[in-house]
């Protein structure tokens, strides 16, 4: 297991952007795949993106393809989620873990979140 911290979050207007980082203290940090998911009041938690662990692999949502970036930091200890364009809807509780998969059900070791709002 790995433990992981969500930094970056805060309240910002329709069409800003914010970087939100996932980081761990753990030297296999840089050995994982990294996602990304969010979960706004009253709903499921969804895929946002993820990033293998090279950085040489990644895929977005849909709804954020064009608009978020995912990266690795180059020490490989940080990802990094950059959210460009921002819309109210995507006001959320943003949450990394480890793995590829795009269903929240799927094994990993999960931060505790960081809180985007964008308002309108």
């Known amino acids: 297991q790995v433990q992981l911290v969500e930094s970056g979050g805060g309240l910002v207007q329709t069409g800003g952007s914010l970087r939100l980082s996932c980081a761990a203290s753990?030297?296999?940090?840089?050995?994982?795949?990294i996602r990304w998911f969010r979960q706004a009041p009253g709903k499921e938690r969804e895929f946002v993106a993820a990033?293998?662990?090279?950085?040489?692999?990644?895929y977005y949502a849909d709804s954020v393809k064009g608009r978020f970036t995912i990266s690795r930091g180059n020490a490989k200890n940080t990802v990094y989620l950059q959210m460009n364009s921002l819309k109210p809807e995507d006001t959320a509780v943003y949450y990394c873990?480890?793995?590829?998969?795009?269903?929240?059900?799927?094994?990993?070791?999960w931060g505790q979140g960081t809180q985007v709002t964008v308002s309108s």
């Open positions: 990033i293998n662990w090279s950085g040489g692999n990644k």
């Open positions: 753990e030297r296999t940090f840089s050995t994982y795949a």
């Open positions: 873990a480890t793995g590829y998969g795009s269903s929240p059900a799927d094994f990993g070791s």
